[in-house]
């Protein structure tokens, strides 16, 4: 994976990742290419399996927090509920993603480099994998505040840690 913020060839794709999940948006392939800067001669198949693997996972998380919003008010899509969200959700996935893609950049043919990035491979996956969880743990929040608001949770509810995740330590 090219670390050092040159795209090493230019490919466009129209690949639209579909989500399963009608509330959420769906993922651009090339936005994700152009965002993360990622090598263009490498085939899309790992690009759209690990971005497919990571929709579903922040899909899964957020779920139950959409069901509560959903019990109190109408939200057909998160753009509908909140435009700035969704690239906060884009993001996530994205992040997530990248994390998952680290395994199959490691090539022969950049050899050194990819020593490199191989020793540091656990921290960078590590660092992803956590700025993937702080844009959920924004949107869980962000999600949560409005159905609290609307009178979903209930009173006596505890609030917690702001973006607290054990998972990530």
Same mark, same amino acid.
């Given at each position: 994976?090219?670390?050092?913020?040159?795209?090493?060839?230019?490919? *466009?794709?129209?690949?639209?990742?579909?989500? *399963?999940?009608?509330?959420?948006?769906d993922i651009e392939? +090339?936005?994700?290419?152009?965002?993360?800067?990622?090598?263009?001669?490498?085939?899309?198949?790992?690009?759209?399996?690990?971005?497919?693997?990571?929709?579903?996972?922040?899909?899964?998380e957020l779920t139950d927090d959409v069901l509560i919003l959903q019990s109190v008010i109408v939200a057909e899509t998160l753009a509908a509920f909140d435009e700035e969200l969704v690239a906060v959700y884009q993001a996530a996935v994205m992040h997530w993603a990248r994390s998952g893609l680290?395994?199959?950049?490691?090539?022969?043919?950049?050899?050194?480099?990819?020593?490199? +990035?191989?020793?540091?491979?656990?921290?960078?996956?590590?660092?992803?994998?956590?700025?993937? +969880?702080?844009?959920?743990?924004?949107?869980?929040?962000r999600i949560l505040k409005v159905a609290a608001d609307n009178g979903a949770l209930g009173t006596g509810r505890r609030d917690y840690a702001d973006g607290f995740r054990a998972s990530i330590i």
């Amino acid at each position: 994976m090219s670390l050092n913020g040159k795209i090493t060839a230019s490919t *466009t794709t129209e690949t639209v990742i579909r989500n *399963t999940r009608p509330f959420f948006p769906d993922i651009e392939l +090339q936005a994700f290419i152009e965002n993360y800067r990622l090598p263009g001669e490498y085939n899309e198949a790992p690009l759209i399996y690990e971005l497919t693997g990571a929709m579903r996972h922040v899909n899964e998380e957020l779920t139950d927090d959409v069901l509560i919003l959903q019990s109190v008010i109408v939200a057909e899509t998160l753009a509908a509920f909140d435009e700035e969200l969704v690239a906060v959700y884009q993001a996530a996935v994205m992040h997530w993603a990248r994390s998952g893609l680290i395994k199959y950049f490691e090539t022969i043919n950049r050899k050194a480099a990819a020593e490199i +990035q191989g020793e540091r491979n656990e921290i960078i996956v590590t660092e992803w994998k956590a700025e993937a +969880q702080s844009c959920i743990d924004m949107l869980s929040k962000r999600i949560l505040k409005v159905a609290a608001d609307n009178g979903a949770l209930g009173t006596g509810r505890r609030d917690y840690a702001d973006g607290f995740r054990a998972s990530i330590i």
